[in-house]
Nanobody
Framework: QVQLVESGGGLVQAGGSLRLSCAASGLSFSNYAMGWFRQAPGKEREFVGGVSRSLRRAVKGRFSISRDNAKNTVYLQMNSLKPEDTAVYYC???????????????WGQGTQVTVSS
């Protein structure tokens, strides 16, 4: 059974930082492209970025993504956070490294990130 478990979300002031983690189990982690998505209230889920895949323009220079295959974990480091970054953040695994929210093989449950102004 595949599980992706996110952690590290929370409430932070604008300009602050958070690091999200996503621990994977039940899959051959190194064979999957790992990505991060986010969904704000009333909006569609959008691709934030992935390891070896481009970050969306709105977060370039502020966010970075890394993975540790030995720990089956992917990270999303978020710096200089803005209120518009407020969303539920999801990690996803896709064997074909696709970036659409409709085609990911596996999803985590999501973690809330709230940025106050």
């Amino acid at each position: 059974q595949v599980q992706l478990v996110e952690s590290g979300g929370g409430l932070v002031q604008a300009g602050g930082s958070l690091r999200l983690s996503c621990a994977a189990s039940g899959l051959s982690f190194s064979n999957y492209a790992m990505g991060w998505f986010r969904q704000a209230p009333g909006k569609e889920r959008e691709f934030v970025g992935g390891v070896s895949r481009s970050l969306r323009r709105a977060v370039k220079g502020r966010f970075s993504i890394s993975r540790d295959n030995a720990k089956n974990t992917v990270y999303l480091q978020m710096n200089s956070l803005k209120p518009e970054d407020t969303a539920v953040y999801y990690c996803a695994a896709d064997y074909q490294a696709r970036t659409s929210a409709t085609t990911q093989d596996y999803w985590g449950q999501g973690t809330q990130v709230t940025v106050s102004s």
